[in-house]
């Protein structure tokens, strides 16, 4: 069935570092996916979403592309900030199913 | 426009007790989804509904939880009675269901949190 595996954390930066969090996926179809983020405290919100092959999402600084033939949707940010701080999910709407990995805990330290 | 509501937003109780989580979808969505949330086992889905019928409810813990959509604008997830395992944040979504099954993305509700004593 669909699934998505993501990067297990949690992950510690220094302010202004690189930020990578790998996101795989196993789908029949052409799925959607997305990045989510929740803060402490808060609901899931949408951070980014690609809907086909070769698509880039992007959103505060915030990438992510949709590649079909590594069946990966990987996020990336140039520069972290501690406001950054979060928990990341990736997520992927296949048929009727919408599937979340299990998240990555985020800290930016100043 | 309004987002997903939820209440109540903090909710104690004790063994034994009912509860009633209540959620309020974004208007124009077809596709309602409630998950529980733990530290132990993350984001789990316990149900969802598509214009107003359950879908699949394979993720219910036990017969102790139940949920409704009585029309399109409200759903309950209800546990009767509640234990202590159940503490968890408990959060609704929804989302509008194209055409050929495909979902589009899903706004989460700010969620509830469920502490049984």
């Known amino acids: 069935g669909d699934s998505v595996t993501q990067m297990e954390g949690p992950v510690t930066l220094s302010e202004e570092a690189c930020l990578t969090i790998?996101?795989?996926?196993?789908?029949?179809?052409?799925?959607?996916l997305f990045w989510y983020v929740q803060y402490p405290g808060e609901g899931l919100q949408l951070l980014l979403k690609?809907?086909?092959?070769?698509d880039k999402g992007s959103n505060k600084g915030f990438e992510a592309t949709y590649r079909k033939e590594t069946t990966s949707f990987h996020l990336e940010k140039g520069s972290v900030q501690v406001s950054d701080s979060a928990v990341y999910f990736c997520?992927?709407?296949?048929?009727?199913?919408?599937?979340f990995g299990t998240g990555t805990s985020l800290t930016v330290i100043p | 426009d309004a987002g997903v509501i939820q209440s109540p937003r903090h909710e104690v109780t004790e063994m034994g007790q009912e509860v009633t989580l209540r959620c309020k979808p974004i208007?124009?969505?077809?596709?309602l989804f409630w998950y529980r949330q733990t530290m132990m086992r993350g984001l789990e889905l316990l149900i969802y509904?598509?214009?107003?019928?359950?879908?699949?409810d394979s993720g219910m813990p036990e017969d102790r939880f139940s949920a409704k959509m009585p029309n399109a604008s409200f759903s309950t997830l209800k546990i009767q009675p509640s234990e202590p395992r159940d503490s968890a944040v408990y959060f609704c979504?929804?989302?509008?269901?194209?055409?050929?099954?495909?979902?589009?993305?899903?706004?989460f509700g700010p969620g509830t949190r469920l502490t049984v004593l």
């Open positions: 208007s124009g969505h077809n596709s």
């Open positions: 979504a929804s989302s509008r269901r194209q055409g050929g099954g495909y979902t589009d993305t899903q706004y």
């Open positions: 690609a809907t086909k092959a070769d």
């Open positions: 997520a992927l709407s296949g048929g009727n199913q919408f599937y």
């Open positions: 509904f598509n214009n107003n019928v359950p879908i699949d």
């Open positions: 790998n996101c795989t996926y196993t789908a029949t179809g052409y799925p959607s």
